[in-house]
């Protein structure tokens, strides 16, 4: 079992995703066969750089890998389609009847903060499985990742207030909708305005009223009071229809028609305009009314930046919904994340292409904290290397193929997130202009790293000292 969440377990992500990869995958897979290629091999997946305004990430999409990797197979349909591209031979299509993963994967906790370099996770098993697994696992990580970064972003904006997920009638495909509502979650959103969100991964569910809903009734205020007859213990009512401080005013005579009835208001939502100062005479107007437990909700093209923005000009806005920006990291939308080989059999492997050169072997990561329990440090070393005083990272999640363990809930990881953000020193959370996290190499991997760099120079490029 894969997940605490009976929704989650069915879903057999290698069985409908088998083909789900790039051509290359394939046509390596086919030639290691050919040459009785099946030694194990070690794959590193990582982040090589920092896009715009990032200065950490956070490790997100590790259910969905394992998910993949303990499911995958082809099936008749997957191998009659191969073989009608007329690219594999017979014995190849044969041998993939029979793949399975087999290996072990090493990776971060999701919730976990990490840095440029360091290793998300390690795949390790023989190496035409291992390579057949590339695409997804870099999709997988990719997106979520991507999302629960800038999630974290408009967390640390929002300074407490509460964030709900708007993003899906604009994520990139119903897929990408549904992962954005979790991995949002897990960096710090209180829920999702998506449902079936909410019901595959226990998520609380948050919504209100849509402009066309206020536009079908005969007035605004009929429209107020037909939702508070129709939800009077959750009524939160849209505003700015037609004018926003009108649209609070009717509000205003709503909540005080409601209190009458022992019922409360529960908020406001306002969509557009000048959203600090639309805030400040809201608040006033209903606190003025005897209203003043009557939350303000703002949506509208929220991310980090305008939350900031609204936040500096005094608005005084309880909770965001935000939306299109989060849900593609429209500031950010993709990171350079690679997939590499760093050892085949006992041989550490690296690559030396300007810009990407590879970390060598298996390894581990290793966290050092300073005296106020803060983090201070990453070492990336080798798997068997030891630091007395610095947290290893990287846990073994599978073996032979099964996952070690049920992984813990979405809940779990979320706290995670939330403790480890707690722990990153405040200068690495500002928005821009952020120094750079202390990453360095081992003296032991640095020893290896110069030693195989130095193999490859001689045998490849003809180097002699």
Known sequence: MLSNNPHINHLHLGEQYALLTDLYELTMAASYL??????????????????????????????????????????????AYLDSTRLFKTAFLDYLKTVRFTGEVWALPEGSIFFKDEPI????????????????????INLQT?????????????????????????????????????????????????????????????????HSYVTSFKSEIESFR????????NTVLL???????????????VGLEMAARGERLRGVRLDSGDMAALSIEVRRLLNEAGLDYVTIFASGGFDEFK???????GG?????????????????????????????????????????????????????????????????GLREEFFSQAKPLLQPVMTQGRPLAPLPPLSASRELFLREFEQLPTQYKTLQDLPT?????????????ERVEDNIRRQELGVRE
Do not use: C, W
């Open 34 to 79: 050919e040459e009785g290629m099946h030694e194990e091999a070690t794959f590193s997946l990582f982040i090589r750089k920092y896009p715009p305004y990032r200065g950490y990430f956070v490790a997100a999409g590790l259910e969905e890998a394992l998910n993949y990797l303990a499911t995958l197979r082809f099936g008749e349909d997957d191998l």
């Open 121 to 140: 996770l390690e795949v390790t098993g023989p190496i035409i499985e291992a390579q057949l697994v590339e695409s997804f696992l870099i999709n997988a």
């Open 146 to 210: 991507m999302i629960a970064t800038k999630a974290a972003r408009s967390t640390v904006a929002a300074g407490g207030r509460r964030l709900v997920d708007f993003s899906l009638r604009r994520t990139q495909g119903t897929d990408a909708g549904l992962k954005v509502a979790r991995a949002s979650y897990l960096g710090g959103f209180v829920g999702t305005s998506n449902v079936l969100a909410g019901k595959l991964y226990g998520l609380p569910i948050y919504g209100t009223m849509a």
């Open 226 to 233: 037909a939702f508070a007859r129709a939800f009077p213990h």
């Open 239 to 253: 505003i700015d229809t037609y004018d926003t401080i009108a649209g609070a005013k009717k509000a205003i005579r």
């Open 307 to 313: 939350i900031t923005r609204t936040l500096e000009a």
């Open 316 to 380: 005084v806005i309880d909770a965001y919904g935000v939306g299109t920006k989060m849900g593609v990291a429209a500031d950010a939308p993709y990171f350079d994340i690679a997939y590499k080989l760093v050892k085949y059999g006992d041989k550490p492997v690296m690559k030396l292409s300007t810009g990407k050169v590879t970390y060598v072997d298996k390894k581990q990561l290793f966290r050092f904290y300073d005296h106020q329990g803060q983090m201070a440090e990453d070492v990336i």
């Open 437 to 449: 996290y202390p990453v360095r190499i081992s003296a032991g991997l640095q020893h290896l790293q």
